[in-house]
């Protein structure tokens, strides 16, 4: 588990004082899911070869993003940390008819949107590997997108997240934490091969950087793989 250290600088060595940083992580596509729940299960069997609760903290927050109407990933998170975009019986032509419903779009979208003529793609399943798929139902899903992110956000910044990492350092590395506030990150997981995760990449991320606010651009991270 990384730590981040914080310097401190009332008359302690730098460095001596640290804490667990919070974090957000997103998942997106099947892949980025999967890497999620791989990830939490690496954090329980810590905790748990640690002779702690296997409980992981509510400063590292977890939200899997992706097209299927019921999670299909293998291992997958907990029901409440996953957003499906499509909802049962939705077609991609309605996505679109959507989209082009208004005009303050269309540029933005004329020059890669799928025409839905021919297209075989149940989208409750997935994007069938069309990133531009996955880009247009990001689009969609937006506003959807942005208030969850948003929750996701807020719910890192509780009353009692600093305070449940502290106790959690000390616990784990048998010294002091710094205390106070622990700074957050933002780490977005994603497959580039994939239709989803590709093509939701670009929209969840400029979301994120919203919600976020540009002091806090450098502390967030994508982890993309193919």
Avoid at 94 to 103: E, G, I, K, Q, R
Avoid at 216 to 221: C, R
Wanted: charged share 20%; net charge negative.
């Amino acid at each position: 588990m990384r730590i981040v250290g914080q310097p401190m600088s009332h008359g302690r060595l730098e460095g001596e004082d640290v804490v667990y940083a919070k974090f957000m992580f997103v998942g997106l596509g099947g892949a980025g899911g999967r890497t999620l729940a791989r990830l939490q299960g690496e954090i329980r069997s810590w905790l748990k070869e640690n002779g702690r609760p296997e409980t992981i903290p509510e400063g590292w927050q977890f939200l899997h993003i992706d097209t299927p109407v019921i999670c299909d990933a293998v291992p997958m998170v907990a029901e409440n940390e996953y957003l499906n975009l499509v909802e049962p019986g939705t077609d991609y032509q309605s996505v679109l008819a959507t989209l082009n419903s208004d005009p303050t779009l269309h540029a933005e979208l004329q020059n890669w949107q799928v025409s839905p003529v021919g297209l075989r793609v149940d989208i409750t399943t997935g994007a069938g590997q069309y990133r531009a798929i996955g880009s247009t139902i990001a689009f969609e899903k937006a506003s959807l997108i942005r208030r969850k992110i948003r929750d996701v956000s807020e719910a890192l910044q509780r009353d009692t997240t600093d305070s449940e990492l502290n106790e959690l350092y000390q616990k784990m590395t048998l010294k002091k934490a710094a205390g106070g506030a622990s700074p957050s990150y933002c780490v977005v997981l994603s497959s580039l091969a994939g239709g989803t995760g590709a093509g939701l990449l670009l929209t969840v991320c400029d979301l994120i950087r919203g919600t976020w606010g540009e002091d806090n651009d450098d502390k967030i991270f994508g982890v993309l793989y193919t």
